[in-house]
């Protein structure tokens, strides 16, 4: 918007680095160590605010890497995975493939769901529902998870994606009972391949708690602005859309863009770019 400052912001894990764009269309910046606060931190520094003083509205991009060293760090939020009966173990076995074929010690990364409950929950292919759990059994399996401290659930149903009504009722009953995140496979990734879906949903219900409590925090402090986050993908979304499974390479994504057409502008058809953080490259 015109006659609005514009930042674009690199919250990092190590540095927060931080651009901005007067109304006049004078560009100054700033680095900051990273934290929670670090893009209000930039902003502020940027504007000569006061550490306290309120921020006018504006517009802000930001692309970030919170998602990704949690993922590699394993800080995400306790995470349960509820799957169909007899699949108890399909994420820990995954493809089977292994980056090194002939090494006898065999390193596996760690699993980023904590427990594991399996449900009396299955369609046929077509999607029709062959069985359904049992309400006061869901309930009780819940309420044992939430005792443990799980905080955030992965619900992945066979054939879920031609048919989302079981997850959504193991959804409901999960909401009633206060869980942070319940990631449904036929939401989170509507697909074939039981073992992708599954794998899609327990990253995002590990990781969009997280990334919903922070972006909170930062708009709790910025009303009236607009927030968009890079994705994944190298597009951006807005604030409120932003998911875990959209987020783990929310930061490079936003390298990867601006490499790109700096070589163009240069150019070069090819080129490799090179992203060193201080947590991840």
């Not at 921020?55 to 998602?67: E, F, K, N, S």
């Not at 009966?85 to 090194?100: E, N, V």
């Not at 409950?117 to 998870?145: F, I, K, N, W, Y």
């Not at 708690?209 to 993908?233: D, H, N, T, V």
Request: aromatic content about 6%; some cysteine; hydrophobic content about 40%.
């Amino acid at each position: 918007m015109q006659g609005r400052w514009q930042f674009w912001i690199d919250r990092g894990g190590t540095f927060t680095d931080c651009i901005g764009l007067s109304p006049t269309g004078e560009l100054s910046t700033v680095k900051v160590l990273s934290s929670d606060r670090a893009p209000l931190v930039g902003i502020r520094k940027l504007l000569s605010l006061a550490p306290d003083a309120s921020i006018a509205p504006c517009d802000i991009r930001m692309g970030t890497t919170l998602a990704t060293n949690a993922l590699l760090e394993r800080k995400g939020t306790p995470t349960a995975l509820l799957i169909t009966k007899g699949f108890r173990d399909l994420l820990a076995i995954g493809t089977q493939a292994r980056p090194d074929l002939f090494a006898l010690d065999i390193l596996k990364p760690e699993l980023l769901y904590r427990e594991i409950v399996e449900l009396e929950a299955r369609l046929d292919a077509s999607g029709r529902v062959m069985s359904r759990p049992d309400p006061e059994a869901l309930r009780a399996s819940l309420q044992g998870l939430r005792s443990q401290g799980i905080e955030s659930l992965a619900v992945v149903v066979l054939h879920a994606y031609k048919n989302p009504e079981l997850e959504l009722s193991v959804a409901a009953v999960a909401s009633e009972l206060g869980f942070a995140e319940v990631s449904i496979s036929s939401e989170v990734s509507g697909e074939i391949g039981m073992l992708g879906r599954g794998d899609t949903t327990v990253v995002d219900a590990y990781l969009t708690p997280l990334i919903r409590a922070y972006l909170q925090e930062l708009q709790a402090e910025l009303p009236g602005s607009s927030l968009q986050i890079m994705q994944s993908s190298g597009g951006l979304t807005g604030a409120t859309s932003f998911r875990g499974k959209n987020a783990v390479l929310s930061g490079p994504a936003g390298g990867v863009i601006a490499y790109v057409e700096i070589a163009k502008r240069a150019g070069f058809e090819r080129a490799i770019g090179f992203d060193m953080g201080g947590t991840s490259t």
